[in-house]
Nanobody, 122 residues
Framework: VQTVESGGGLVQVGGSLRLSCTVS????????TGWFRQAPGKEREFVAA????????EYTDSVKGRFTVSRDHAKNTVYLQMNNLRPEDTAVYSC????????????????WGQGTQVTVSS
């Protein structure tokens, strides 16, 4: 299984970005893909997750109403649409995939990409 993130960049406050997480060779229908972020000096935190089979989603409170996670089976890709970005959203965003009991726990995901930097300037 290979995972590749893309779509990060520099954006002004209030702007938008769409991150992509392409998962090649995914093994199970019951897989979940989760987005996590880590800012300098801070621990990695859960952002959003989606189940591949039904498209059920979860979000951390700070991004609800601003971020949307979706998946495209044909492209083996999960997207994170980020709107109304804030300086506190600045971080390296990574996606993980696997069969997990809790989508909020990063250590339960098996396959990870290299991450993509998102910087929001004020």
């Amino acid at each position: 299984v290979q995972t590749v993130e893309s779509g990060g960049g520099l954006v002004q406050v209030g702007g938008s970005l769409r991150l992509s997480c392409t998962v090649s060779g995914r093994e199970f229908d019951s897989d979940i893909t989760g987005w996590f972020r880590q800012a300098p000096g801070k621990e990695r935190e859960f952002v959003a997750a989606i189940t591949w089979i039904l498209g059920e989603t979860e979000y951390t409170d700070s991004v609800k109403g601003r971020f949307t996670v979706s998946r495209d089976h044909a492209k083996n890709t999960v997207y994170l649409q980020m709107n109304n970005l804030r300086p506190e959203d600045t971080a390296v965003y990574s996606c993980g995939t696997g069969i997990v009991r809790s989508p909020f726990a990063a250590n339960q995901y098996k396959h990870w990409g290299q991450g993509t930097q998102v910087t929001v300037s004020s």
